[in-house]
């Protein structure tokens, strides 16, 4: 059969929902207290302007859609300053969305983009903290197309990116280490899927995905940078090799593919 694939990524900014954060306060204005207090949206937009935005918008490949899902209640001078970011960048698109159940609301975020006349689509996850290197996009329609001959037309599948760097500035020192984990990250973790299937990379916990997909895991070039610095929703855990490269490695790795540099993960 003849496939054509379209690919949408989402990431959250402080979405606010009573099934996310529901295990740390117990009401909905609790969570938005939480969520849109001055020093916390400082520190997002920072991670988010200097870090995640640059890794999406300097893509080898940009044919591909990214959805900001956010809350519609964000104060007006945060959601403005969002959409002031996204509104020039024709292939990113903002979102704000009510206070729903939180799948269902993610389930929308990736629907939002038109199917139009595709088979399928690759869809991944970013958190609104880390970034993807710059050739993740391309190289993530490569290795769908192989694995799509594979597992044939009908049979959804996972692509997980386990190798890549830390940035953890909880201690005295902001650290920047290389990772190799055994088990998917949330940061670009991708299905595969054909139009219609309904489920997207969110819908399982991103440790558990081999559990429900097959899974496909690909160390063959650092992919991600993901940020460790006390905002975290969940507990980060390194759940494989890492420190194995010398700070020289790291940097000129971050360099290649990134098109960053040690400095500036440092300041961040």
Do not use: W
């Not at 519609?72 to 903002?94: A, G, K, T």
């Not at 880390?130 to 391309?138: I, M």
């Amino acid at each position: 059969m003849d496939r054509k694939v379209r690919t949408v990524g989402l990431l959250r900014f402080s979405v606010l929902t009573p099934t996310y954060y529901s295990e740390r306060f117990k009401t909905l204005e609790d969570t938005a207290a939480h969520l849109f207090a001055p020093e916390r949206m400082a520190l997002r937009f920072r991670l988010f302007e200097e870090l995640c935005l640059p890794s999406l918008t300097g893509q080898t490949d940009p044919d591909f859609d990214m959805v900001v899902l956010t809350a519609e209640s964000m104060p007006d001078r945060y959601l403005e300053r969002l959409v002031d970011l996204i509104e020039p960048l024709p292939n990113i698109h903002c979102l704000p969305v009510g206070t729903g159940n939180h799948y269902k609301l993610l389930q929308r975020g990736y629907n939002a983009v038109p199917h139009d006349d595709c088979t399928h689509r690759i869809l991944f996850r970013l958190d609104d903290d880390d970034a993807l290197d710059k050739n993740f996009v391309k190289r993530t329609k490569r290795l769908a197309g192989g694995l799509m001959k594979l597992n044939g037309p009908k049979t959804p599948f996972v692509i997980a990116y386990n190798r890549g760097f830390y940035v953890r500035s909880t201690g005295a020192q902001t650290e920047v280490f290389d990772a190799c984990e055994r088990a998917p990250l949330s940061t670009g973790t991708t299905l595969v899927a054909p139009v219609g299937h309904g489920a997207n990379p969110y819908r399982f916990n991103h440790r558990k995905l081999a559990q429900h997909f097959n899974t496909y895991s690909d160390i063959s070039v650092p992919a991600f940078i993901r940020t460790i610095h006390g905002d975290n929703k969940s507990n980060p855990a390194q759940m494989g090799l890492s420190h194995k490269l010398a700070e020289a490695e790291i940097e000129a790795q971050l360099q290649i593919h990134f098109d960053t540099t040690l400095t500036r993960l440092r300041t961040l």
